[in-house]
């Protein structure tokens, strides 16, 4: 992976509001959406890869539900 794609991106704010810790352990699909699309943007709105933003944005929740 580049260092590009490695560089970690900001959780929208309404991504990021999580009102129980169970909610931050465990986005919604809704909070991944909202963050994938965001990946999705900062690469340059590439068409066909919606995967890879959308495991990308889980990989994301995950790290900072442990860290």
């Known amino acids: 992976m580049s260092a ?3 560089q970690q991106v900001e959780i ?3 991504a990021a509001q999580a009102s129980t810790p169970l909610a931050k352990a465990r986005p919604s699909n809704g909070d991944i959406a ?3 699309y965001a ?3 900062e690469r340059g ?3 066909g890869s919606s995967e890879e933003d959308w495991f990308r944005g ?3 929740f995950a790290g900072r539900a442990q860290g």
Request: hydrophobic share 45%; with cysteine; glycine share 0%.
């Open 4 to 6: 590009h794609a490695m």
């Open 12 to 14: 929208p704010p309404v």
């Open 34 to 36: 909202l963050l994938a």
């Open 58 to 60: 889980k990989q994301e």
């Open 39 to 41: 990946l999705w943007q």
């Open 45 to 47: 709105c590439p068409e």
